[in-house]
């Protein structure tokens, strides 16, 4: 009987550090086929500086669009959490995160954001140089954003790809929708105005919410 138990003892230590190793082992996958050093310090760093443009471009603008631009946002990034679920395609296998990667939900919130601010530098400078040259720069930043997603294999190229394409064609819809349907008559309603302003801060204060949670879930 003493013998069988050490045996079973045995055999789940064994079990236990395998599992311990099978992690490790992801991990370390994750971190070498990412690559490290500068593109993996710019990934993690990609977010905030997207979040830094979105931010100071609705400082610049503090108008109504600029508040439907952030509950446009905060859509954006529901319904890719809600395409993951129903589309419920894996990530690629160097990394150890388990939630579905189907749209790349960085890819699309930068799309969006990306899309939205070369959009607003054309309705502030017309179609010139200098806002050809800013749109191009944006968007160009927006994409090597994007491509460390795949570059750090957290994400496939046709995720990235997919939400790209939906968080740019989101934008799209959700400045028009603003121009033809909204922005005459926010003007002149002030219900209005309130109405969407509380919308947007109720909407800012979830989303944060929401950051901050996951940030304390990813830290356990």
Known sequence: MTGLVKRFGCRDGN??????????FIKGNEMVAGGGGIEAILNHLSKWVVSGLFASIILVRHDGAALWAIIGSVSNSALSVVLKRILNQERPDTTSRTDPGMPSTHAQSISFISVFAVLSVMEWLGTNKVSLFLSG??????SYFIRLRVSQKLHTSS?????????????IVWYTTWNLLLFEAFESSLLLQISLFLVAASFSLAFAAHVVLNWFKDDR
């Open 15 to 24: 079990e236990q550090i395998g599992a311990v190793e099978k992690e490790s």
């Open 137 to 142: 720069f944006i968007l160009a930043l927006g």
């Open 159 to 171: 995720q990235v790809v997919v939400g790209a394409i939906v968080g740019s064609i989101f934008c």
